[in-house]
């Protein structure tokens, strides 16, 4: 599987559109090669829909493209792998599940380092594989400390809901002189430490009544 940036003209759609996954799986409909071993309902599962481009595919949330797709390809593997910073994935897969995607198999490590170079210095009319492109060779290998990095930024994205879950709401009935600042500060910490599926509880916001 390959990927890149796409700067050529594609047929598109409204990525707000996209977000349902019915309408990522229309786009598929009587155009999808044949020819592609990957099944366009486990690719629009994973987020992306079809630009009407050979095999290219466009996630609706981070708005890169796979291509390329390939025998035995797991969609959701490849999106994280190629793109650990996609919050769709993150949201739905989770933090571990991206990490574990990329992060090769050891016995491959050798192997994954001798296609990296051998594609470096092929020329720009060579595909380039394990999810390079011309302007991202330099990205490659794909660090787990990259999709470690990102996890503060989809926290963020969680606070809102958060500040209106019953265990907030609870405290700050019960709590009303703990500055909103300081309860975003601790939902903050609690989702980098436990994660974006812990459920919340009154326990969770007992430091703040003690520094009061």
Known sequence: ITVR???????????????????RLK???????????VSPKLIAEAGMYYTG???????????KIIQRW?????????????????????SVKGKEFVESAATPPCSNNNTTLQQIQRQN???PSQPLHLGATQSQEEMLPVQVSEASGITNQ?????????????????????????????????????????????????KDFEPLVRNI
Do not use: N
């Open 5 to 23: 940036q796409e700067g050529g003209q594609a047929i598109e759609s409204s990525t707000d559109k996209m977000k349902d996954i019915a309408e």
């Open 70 to 90: 390939e025998e035995g390809d797991d969609p959701w593997r490849e999106h994280a792998r190629l793109y650990p910073q996609c919050l769709y994935v993150l």
């Open 53 to 63: 481009d050979k095999d290219k595919t466009r996630c609706f949330q981070c708005r």
């Open 27 to 37: 786009t598929f409909d009587h155009r999808w090669p044949s020819t592609v071993p």
């Open 121 to 123: 210095h092929s020329g």
């Open 154 to 202: 989809m926290s963020m994205l969680r606070i809102d809901d958060d500040m209106s879950s019953p265990a907030v709401q609870a405290f700050r009935v019960s709590f009303e002189d703990v500055p909103i600042e300081k309860i975003r500060e601790q939902l903050e910490r609690i989702r980098l430490a436990k994660g974006f599926s812990y459920k919340l509880s009154s």
